[in-house]
């Protein structure tokens, strides 16, 4: 079965820091894997997803992830944090039967000045 | 375009009282989903139809939840004789198949609070 795991519910970072997010996926079949972010009282937006055609992926705001399979990671960073970063993160697994995204718990990511 | 709207965006009941949520889908997506975003579970899936298939039920934690898509369109979830850990936001997303990579976009969500 499919699973995700992130590691730190809450990261913190001062502006023009670098933005790493943590994200670990178990999974018996190849996994389609995503980052989704979630600002205050707001659905989510997709951000960035793992097609197997490159495993550096590039998403909207700057952000990129990698997909490492001997790791099982799929860790989001961003260069420089701006205070607009300020929001709550998800990584998502695609289920087996194709039905459903499982989602990670969330790394709520604060940006100070 | 639009996107996925969901309606109401707040809803106040008392324990025991049935509630009915609605999720509009991005026009023309064949495939819908609902998740339930709560603090102590995170989101979780519930229910997932595809055109005319039999929708994926594995999600609904309890037999008080259900759902349907009428005309394959507009959504409606409910949930009979609600409990207090029934209070969360729900969320519907839509996408335009089930393909590996489809995105699902999500609606804002409705605010279930149960008293």
């Known amino acids: 079965a499919q699973s995700v795991t992130q590691l730190g519910s809450h990261v913190s970072v001062s502006e023009g820091a670098l933005v790493l997010l943590r994200c670990n996926y178990s999974s018996s079949v190849p996994p389609y894997l995503f980052w989704y972010v979630q600002y205050p009282n707001q659905g989510l937006q997709l951000l960035l997803k793992?097609?197997?055609?490159?495993?550096l992926v590039k998403g909207i705001n700057g952000f990129e992830a990698e997909f490492k399979k001997s790791e099982t990671s799929f860790h989001l960073t961003k260069p420089s944090a701006h205070m607009s970063d300020a929001a709550e993160y998800f990584c998502a697994v695609r289920n087996q039967a194709g039905t459903a995204l499982i989602f990670g718990k969330g790394t709520t990511l604060s940006v100070s000045s | 375009g639009a996107g996925v709207s969901q309606s109401p965006s707040n809803k106040v009941t008392e324990k025991g009282k049935d509630v009915e949520l609605r999720c509009d889908p991005i026009s023309g997506h064949t495939a819908l989903y609902w998740y339930r975003q709560s603090l102590g579970q995170g989101l979780e899936f519930l229910i997932y139809f595809q055109g005319n298939s039999a929708p994926d039920k594995s999600g609904l934690p309890s037999d008080r939840f259900s759902a349907e898509r009428t005309g394959g369109s507009v959504s409606t979830l409910t949930i009979q004789r609600t409990q207090q850990e029934d209070s969360a936001v729900y969320l519907c997303?839509?996408?335009?198949?089930?393909?590996?990579?489809?995105?699902?976009?999500f609606g804002p969500g409705t605010r279930l609070t149960v008293l």
């Open positions: 793992y097609t197997s055609a490159a495993t």
């Open positions: 997303a839509s996408s335009s198949g089930t393909g590996e990579y489809n995105e699902q976009f």
